[in-house]
């Protein structure tokens, strides 16, 4: 505990030497709250910007890691750490998680895994931690088979998400509509460039994609 203690003095103080030595070197320091410190300190963070460490922060709100310009009023660390570990992103003004199929379903079935079950709760009680507008639910499937086929298939897979949703995520309140894509929108190549099958490829395009869109402020 002394030694953590010890570490967090030694990284307090290096950066008030620095803006000390910033201050210093053009009109002397006259303490933490002197205007010049102060002045001097903003204008480091304002350098370092948000991709470079610097977090924005004004009341509630809270940026989320991996939605770089996304702010969320209210949301709660907690929250903002299930998302990461979901892998959310912002995709336009959206937040999208995006679950393999291959986690979420068995061969060529659209019922949910048993196994799959911890990941979508940790998904509902993030959304529950959010001011949701509607939810969007994209199935996807890779080019086995036919088109028709993998287009209906992507459909199960996206309502029987949305089925979980409701009733074992408790989310029946809330507006959730699908869509199933078959294999019209691959992340990644199906096959390598001699035509050979690319089992890697075919297994990022099995996929269930989740957008959350959020009431405003």
Not at 15 to 43: H, I, M, N, R, W
Not at 66 to 74: E, M, N, R
Request: hydrophobic fraction near 40%.
């Amino acid at each position: 505990m002394k030694k953590r203690k010890i570490w967090a003095a030694l990284g307090t103080g290096m950066v008030l030497f620095l803006c000390v030595q910033t201050v210093s070197a053009e009109e002397g320091y006259k303490g933490p709250d002197d205007p010049a410190a102060v002045k001097a300190a903003q204008e480091a963070v304002n350098r370092l910007g948000p991709d470079r460490g610097a977090i924005s922060v004004k009341g509630e709100i809270l940026g989320i890691v991996g939605l770089k310009s996304v702010q969320i009023k209210g949301i709660s660390v907690e929250v903002n750490k299930m998302l990461t570990d979901l892998g959310a992103k912002k995709v336009g003004e959206k937040i999208q998680v995006s679950l393999s199929g291959d986690v979420l379903f068995d061969f060529d079935k659209w019922n949910i895994k048993k196994a799959a079950e911890k990941t979508l709760y940790k998904l509902v009680k993030a959304i529950k931690g959010l001011r949701v507008k509607e939810i969007l639910i994209e199935g996807h499937t890779d080019a086995k088979g036919s088109e028709e086929y993998n287009l209906a298939l992507s459909q199960r897979r996206a309502d029987a998400v949305k089925a979980w949703l409701i009733e074992k995520g408790g989310l029946e309140g809330t507006k959730i509509i699908t869509k199933g894509h078959g294999e019209s929108k691959p992340i990644a190549p199906n096959t390598n460039p001699d035509g050979s099958d690319n089992p890697q490829g075919r297994a990022k395009n099995r996929r269930v994609e989740i957008y959350v869109s959020l009431l405003g402020e």
